[in-house]
């Protein structure tokens, strides 16, 4: 028995193997079943195989001469290293950007793309100027119970980082209640048009000149305010009008809408104990138009919170070969990818929230218009996003004819013009329009709504 015990304590590479192997399984069934339990399965499925088959090897080891065991262990280290420079030089560098974008953006333009995160130029920016700020987006409030009071705007009067689709990052100098607007839109008391919706009007990753707002202004010379942010749903949008517009008058409240994900967000929003008040009191107000300081102050804590986890996120990437996993994950997936077209949502409150919209436009004698924004996956054929596409148009559009709601449907407009998926989004990618795109549509819209 003692000698048995001997033999196997010279296998001291098989049983650091051993060790390994049924480490990384238990870690794995830890993350799948109590810390991840709404990841698909095949995402941790993949590392249960691979762990289970570590443990096996480990435990044939056993029979292998330490010799040969060295030989081992000198081809592991080597193949190690060489994942870690790979993961280096062709994520981690350049912050996931293939190079082959990177020289697309050189050739058309003649700049370097900017390869830095937003937290990245935010530090180099914060060097020059301090009045520099990243985006943050009510969204991020969803998940917090305890809040005093529920943001629905960022950072006023600061030079805003947004986001990079088109080879540069899109910034703005924020108005004074933290919106991407002129300052001076908030000193008119009639207005022709509101804008309200999610990053397409908050203006994502196209300067302001480039933007829907933008574009409109410059062909109608009409006066538009924009209550946007990224991620806003529908819910938003609703309080955004409660809390920002009832001093203001005007013609037309236009409200965009994102297929992708408009409907889930709003349901999100409808869960928060704060924004129900919206819905259970007509007269409920934050008042937030007049605490901008409190808004300043928690977006301010919120950002620095962020920044630090940023940073310490793009370190634990590369020891732990995020983006490796991820490619090599994704490779499999695409061969087994499903494509299910299964429409599974709540048109309940859907149909509620717009009721409540439509209200509020007619208290202002104004007339709602419905800007149907249709998503990538339409007009992509990368399996990876055309399977998770539903294509529920018939049925949203079907609510608001029925309101005598004015619709102003982007598929019908973006099929009139025969744009590609190259014409319409940056480097024919999944993301927003790009400067092109963003010019056509607002056309076309600036055109529907004059007409």
Not at 280 to 289: A, R, V
Not at 319 to 333: G, Q
């Given at each position: 028995m003692n000698s048995l015990i001997r033999d196997i304590l010279k296998k001291r590479n098989s049983l650091i193997y051993v060790f390994f192997s049924i480490t990384f399984f238990i870690y794995i069934l830890i993350k799948k079943y109590f810390y991840f339990k709404n990841l698909e399965d095949q995402y941790y499925n993949s590392y249960l195989i691979l762990a289970f088959t570590m443990i096996l090897l480990s435990f044939l080891s056993f029979k292998i001469q330490d010799k040969y065991l060295t030989i081992v262990n000198y081809n592991l280290f080597v193949i190690l290293i060489t994942i870690y420079v790979f993961q280096y030089f062709f994520f981690y560098k350049n912050n996931n950007i293939p190079l082959a974008k990177i020289k697309e953006y050189k050739a058309m333009t003649g700049n370097n793309y900017d390869v830095r995160s937003k937290y990245q130029i935010y530090e180099d920016l914060k060097k020059i100027d301090k009045d520099v700020a990243v985006s943050i987006h009510p969204k991020y409030y969803l998940n917090k119970s305890n809040l005093t009071f529920f943001p629905l705007s960022g950072l006023s009067n600061k030079f805003t980082i947004y986001c990079n689709e088109n080879g540069y990052y899109n910034t703005y100098k924020s108005d004074k209640h933290g919106f991407n607007n002129p300052n001076k839109i908030w000193e008119e008391k009639f207005l022709d048009y509101v804008f309200v919706g999610d990053s397409y009007v908050h203006g994502a990753c196209v300067n302001y000149q480039d933007t829907f707002i933008g574009n409109i202004q410059r062909l109608s010379k009409k006066k538009i305010l924009g209550l946007g942010y990224g991620g806003n749903g529908l819910f938003f949008s609703y309080a955004l009008l409660r809390e920002y517009t009832l001093d203001k008058e005007f013609n037309s409240l236009v409200?965009?809408?994102?297929?992708?994900?408009?409907?889930?967000?709003?349901?999100?929003?409808?869960?928060?104990?704060?924004?129900?008040?919206?819905?259970?009191?007509?007269?409920?107000?934050?008042?937030?138009?007049?605490?901008?300081?409190?808004?300043?102050?928690?977006?301010?804590?919120?950002?620095?919170?962020?920044?630090?986890?940023?940073?310490?996120?793009?370190?634990?990437?590369?020891?732990?070969?995020?983006?490796?996993?991820?490619?090599?994950?994704?490779?499999?997936?695409?061969?087994?990818?499903?494509?299910?077209?299964?429409?599974?949502?709540?048109?309940?409150?859907?149909?509620?929230?717009?009721?409540?919209?439509?209200?509020?436009?007619?208290?202002?004698?104004?007339?709602?218009?419905?800007?149907?924004?249709?998503q990538y996956a339409r007009y992509s054929q990368n399996n990876l996003y055309y399977s998770k596409f539903i294509d529920d148009s018939e049925i949203i559009l079907d609510i608001l004819k029925k309101k005598n709601v004015k619709i102003i449907n982007l598929i019908e407009k973006i099929k009139k013009k025969s744009l590609t998926v190259e014409e319409l989004y940056p480097f024919g990618d999944y993301g927003h329009f790009n400067e092109k795109a963003y010019s056509i549509i607002s056309n076309e819209i600036y055109l529907a709504l004059e007409n």
């Open positions: 409200l965009f809408y994102f297929e992708e994900n408009d409907i889930e967000d709003t349901e999100r929003e409808f869960k928060h104990p704060i924004l129900k008040k919206y819905l259970s009191d007509q007269f409920f107000s934050q008042n937030l138009i007049n605490r901008q300081l409190e808004i300043d102050q928690l977006s301010q804590n919120t950002l620095n919170s962020e920044f630090k986890i940023a940073k310490k996120n793009s370190i634990s990437r590369l020891i732990r070969l995020n983006d490796v996993r991820d490619l090599i994950f994704n490779i499999f997936k695409k061969k087994n990818i499903i494509k299910s077209h299964k429409i599974n949502r709540n048109y309940k409150n859907f149909e509620k929230i717009i009721n409540k919209i439509q209200e509020f436009s007619n208290s202002k004698n104004a007339q709602l218009i419905f800007v149907y924004i249709p």
